[in-house]
């Protein structure tokens, strides 16, 4: 199983970016894929969750502004993420459990004022 996160860089607040993980070696089309994100020295936040069936789920601080979807014939999920804010700087992952826990590498979110 190997999940593959890009999609991270730079922007200034205001701005966008747009993060995939792309999947293999599982059956993406039952699990349930989640982004997290971590500023260093703080413990893993969860951003926002998409079910199976496409329910998606957000942390208050990013609703109305961060949309995960999920493309059932590549294997992949994104996180379209708007009007950023310096806030949202953090290493962001995707994770998933299938048959035991599952995560991305990392992609960095830098939100510059």
């Known amino acids: 199983v190997q999940l593959q996160a890009s999609g991270g860089g730079s922007v200034q607040a205001g701005g966008s970016l747009r993060l995939s993980c792309k999947t293999s070696?599982?059956?993406?089309?039952?699990?349930?894929m989640t982004w997290y994100r971590q500023v260093a020295g703080t413990q893993r936040e969860l951003v926002a969750s998409?079910?199976?069936?496409?329910?998606?789920n957000y942390i208050d601080s990013v609703k109305g502004r961060f949309t995960i979807s999920r493309d059932y014939s590549r294997n992949t999920v994104w996180l379209q993420m708007n009007d950023l804010k310096p806030e949202d700087t953090a290493v962001y992952y995707c994770?998933?459990?299938?048959?035991?826990?599952?995560w991305g590498q990392g992609t960095l979110v830098t939100v510059s004022s």
């Open positions: 994770n998933t459990y299938y048959h035991s826990e599952r």
């Open positions: 070696g599982m059956n993406f089309r039952i699990a349930t």
């Open positions: 998409i079910t199976s069936g496409g329910t998606a």
